[in-house]
Nanobody, 127 residues
């Protein structure tokens, strides 16, 4: 069992920024997902470990150029820096851990790759 803890959500005005954090002791990749009321959970971004992965990053098209995923290996923490936030970015954001057990053919942003999930953190973008 891998304990996953995310934090950093809150209320921000349109155009503002927030940084989410996800702490996990072990992972092949960490993914960020979000779920708005009445909608399916969707992938936002993911980052692979440099220790057991290739360190690659991936982004959903709707966040490219606005969100950046990064890691601090010394702190076992992954960050999602969200800039130029829009009202439509409002959602519960989840961090999830991919232990690398799944076959390589499953895309990195596919929910089925992820084995452990955090409790979620609310992000609200409103004036």
């Amino acid at each position: 069992q891998v304990h996953v803890v995310e934090s950093g959500g809150g209320l921000v005005q349109p155009g503002g920024s927030l940084r989410l954090s996800c702490a996990a002791l072990d992972y092949y990749a960490i993914g960020w997902f979000r779920q708005a009321p009445g909608k399916e959970r969707e992938a936002v971004s993911c980052i692979r470990s440099r220790r057991i992965g290739d360190g690659s990053t991936y982004y959903a098209d709707f966040v490219k150029g606005r969100f950046t995923v990064s890691r601090d290996d010394a702190k076992n923490t992954v960050y999602l820096q969200m800039n130029s936030l829009k009202p439509e970015d409002k959602a519960v954001y989840y961090c999830a851990v991919d232990m690398g057990y799944g076959p390589a053919k499953i895309p990195p942003l596919s929910k089925v790759r992820y084995d452990y999930w955090g409790q979620g953190t609310q992000v609200t973008v409103s004036s």
